[in-house]
């Protein structure tokens, strides 16, 4: 079987984090099976196109055409590649130089809608005592009771996932209303638009290939209570907005088993070797999650809503002049 085509898109919307965008494309640049192209979608940040432009012309740089946020921006970046596959990457996370390779070798089998790889942390200033792994999806990583194996999965994490672009363009892309803007700590995008791909194509897989990683960066900013407490209750506000729109037994199919397994077996292991602020952090993370879902499911129009039909969104190319300027 011929190998599918691979564009793979970065999205960034800061200069503050343009040391993360440069070190993710010399990850994708440094690839064993390199891409066919690398599509860098700005949001809604000129003074970062026009620096991106002159540090990496060979990349297809676009600006996002839709609504600020990670949702606008990865729909511009699939209006814009033209791969088979499109591989999403976070700016502030660099790939495995076989994460490609790896990502690609599950496409053989036709039935493999989307394959998504292991996230690991890389702590700026360390790991915090308190904070438990178990919580690592707080920034935006992989977490004890996740797959460790090769198998299917329910939904991948944002900072390192794929699809087959026909099947997500045929899905109408990522929701808008759903998503991170800006520094906001809201998400489930990735959740929803998966879900929704494997209703729409019943008998498809999602698989989970440990072999692809990424490593994200967590800032130390992202290593502060107020920041944990504040993603955990998003987090709860997200899956209540997800679970109007899908219904709650396959929005929280995961965080059931999470709650019933992950989290007890956490708690007890903290209190046996005395670790009273991961015990506490964990009872935390937990309640700020349940009630951010309890106050979202509360909210006017969480309800059932199917995705709206939608053509594809057309990625703004930056202008030959704009590749021309200096920053």
Known sequence: MT??????????YTMARWDDVRAALASVRAQQRPPEEVV????????????????????????????PGVSGARNTGLAAASGEILAFLDDDAVAEPDWTRQLLAPYRDPAVLGVGGLVTSWWERGRPGWFPPEFDWVVGCSYPGSP??????RNFIGANMSFRRAAVVAAGGFRSDLGRVGTSPYGCEETELCLRLTALHPGAELRYEPSAVVRQHVPPARAKVSYFVSRCYAEGRSKARVAGYTGTRSALASERRYLRRTIPAAFGRSLGQRRWAAAGAL????????VGYAGGRLAPGVRPVAAPA?????????????RGRTT
């Not at 190998?3 to 999205?11: A, E, K, N």
């Not at 939608?310 to 704009?322: G, H, I, L, N, Y």
């Open 40 to 67: 860098l979608v700005v949001d809604h940040c000129p003074e970062l196109a026009e620096r991106l432009a002159r540090h990496d012309p060979d990349a297809r740089l676009v600006l996002s055409a839709e609504r």
């Open 283 to 290: 009872l935390g993370g937990v309640s700020a999650t349940v």
């Open 148 to 153: 460790e194996h090769t198998s299917a999965v």
């Open 310 to 322: 939608r053509p594809e969104p057309e990625a703004e190319p930056v202008s030959p002049a704009a």
């Open 3 to 12: 190998t599918p085509t691979l564009s793979v898109v970065i999205c960034s």
